[in-house]
């Protein structure tokens, strides 16, 4: 097989296994937030039900069956923390769409804009350059949280992507450092710049507070971000799991989950430009550099809108999780297939190559 058919075998393979999987949301539309009522009380509800739930669920446990085979079973008093786990990810970190941001985009309890791809500042990506926004055309409505404006597309990254950041480090037995390099990865491969042309580092600001509430759920270990010990969500009492604490939104939302202060970078120069076209500006004097401390150059951009650095490219995020297995030959081929499939899309693009 040629070259050139290889890649675009693998283009193909992409859009079928991604082109649902991520979302981008415009917050270049001039959206007053005054336009909009704070979504936080439908939210809190609508989590701390679900956390209920989970609860009753995760009360009723039989030791010999996985976790989701267990439908009804007899009733039986562990506090079994994978049980537990594997409950409110169940109820709340959904893959793909998460549990809340559908709520988000659907419940007639919360105010939101709707801005059309067609209408957005991504009107001229093609399908070649941004795959699972196009075909898609997956546009996160705005929301209030507080007195910050957020993407949908963020609840989902908070309970989903949280939960992924969660496990990688495998309950934070190990450093945050690998959940860091685990989103830097998804956000420079199939949840942003390869599928949608965008690395957000508001969905990585969102990933982070995600690690923050499910290690609060039973708090194992201090708050990465405070160093300290919170109260928990959740206690074991007679050795059944209850609500410990009540959960909010508030205590994690910030103005740098909104893309219009901490904006994304783009895979090319041709995306770029494209953006700015529609008078895309960042407002990174709003960024909370004192709330992340030393994170804060991890999650922040300071630069506006620009290209994405070098050192966010597949093949160097790969070297930094497994440097065992990313030798220099391993580099140079993912490096190599990058920039072919870049040419590959160019041409298809300049091809005139309609949606399939």
Same mark, same amino acid.
């Given at each position: 097989m040629s070259c050139f058919r290889f890649i675009s075998a693998a283009m193909l393979v992409l859009l079928l296994s991604l082109s649902s999987g991520a979302a981008e949301v415009d917050q270049f539309f001039g959206i007053e937030s005054t336009r909009l009522t704070d979504a936080t009380p439908a939210l809190d509800r609508e989590v701390r039900s679900r956390l209920k739930r989970a609860l009753k669920r995760a009360n009723r446990n039989e030791p010999h069956l996985k976790p989701r085979k267990v439908q009804r079973v007899p009733k039986q008093s562990h506090c079994s923390v994978p049980r537990l786990y594997d409950s409110v990810e169940l109820l709340l970190a959904r893959p793909i769409v998460g549990q809340l941001e559908s709520f988000a985009e659907k419940s007639p309890d919360i105010s939101r804009v709707r801005v059309a791809l067609s209408d957005s500042v991504y009107r001229d990506f093609t399908w070649p350059q941004s795959p699972s926004l196009v075909l898609s055309e997956r546009v996160a409505s705005v929301i209030r949280v507080g007195d910050t404006l957020i993407g949908t597309d963020k609840l989902g990254h908070f309970f989903t992507e949280g939960f992924s950041y969660f496990?990688?480090?495998?309950?934070?037995?190990?450093?945050?450092?690998?959940?860091?390099?685990?989103?830097?990865?998804?956000?420079?491969?199939?949840?942003?710049?390869? @599928?949608? =042309?965008?690395?957000?580092?508001? !969905?990585?600001?969102?990933?982070?507070?995600? &690690? %923050?509430?499910? $290690?609060?759920?039973?708090?194992?270990?201090?708050?990465?971000?405070?160093?300290?010990?919170?109260?928990?969500?959740?206690?074991?009492?007679?050795?059944?799991?209850?609500?410990?604490?009540?959960?909010?939104?508030?205590?994690?939302?910030?103005?740098?989950?909104?893309?219009?202060?901490?904006?994304?970078?783009?895979?090319?120069?041709?995306?770029?430009?494209?953006?700015?076209?529609?008078?895309?500006?960042?407002?990174?004097?709003?960024?909370?550099?004192?709330?992340?401390?030393?994170?804060?150059?991890?999650?922040?951009? @300071?630069? =506006?809108?620009?290209?994405?650095? !070098?050192?966010?490219?597949?093949?160097?995020? &790969? %070297?930094?999780? $497994?440097?065992?297995?990313?030798?220099?030959?391993?580099?140079?081929?993912?490096?190599?297939?990058?920039?072919?499939?870049?040419?590959?899309?160019?041409?298809?693009?300049?091809?005139?190559?309609?949606?399939?």
């Open positions: 496990d990688e480090t495998r309950y934070l037995d190990r450093p945050v450092d690998d959940a860091l390099l685990f989103g830097e990865w998804t956000e420079s491969v199939y949840f942003g710049a390869q @599928t949608t =042309g965008v690395y957000s580092y508001a !969905d990585l600001v969102a990933n982070f507070n995600g &690690l %923050r509430f499910w $290690n609060r759920l039973l708090v194992h270990h201090p708050d990465p971000l405070t160093k300290k010990l919170p109260e928990p969500y959740i206690r074991c009492e007679n050795d059944d799991w209850v609500l410990a604490a009540p959960f909010t939104l508030a205590g994690y939302v910030d103005p740098a989950w909104n893309e219009s202060v901490n904006c994304s970078s783009f895979r090319t120069l041709r995306l770029l430009e494209s953006v700015l076209n529609y008078g895309q500006a960042c407002r990174a004097e709003f960024l909370p550099w004192d709330k992340y401390d030393a994170f804060a150059a991890r999650l922040f951009n @300071t630069a =506006g809108p620009g290209i994405m650095p !070098d050192y966010l490219q597949p093949e160097v995020i &790969l %070297r930094q999780r $497994n440097p065992d297995f990313a030798t220099n030959r391993v580099m140079r081929w993912i490096r190599d297939f990058r920039e072919g499939l870049e040419r590959w899309r160019l041409r298809r693009e300049l091809s005139g190559d309609k949606a399939p």
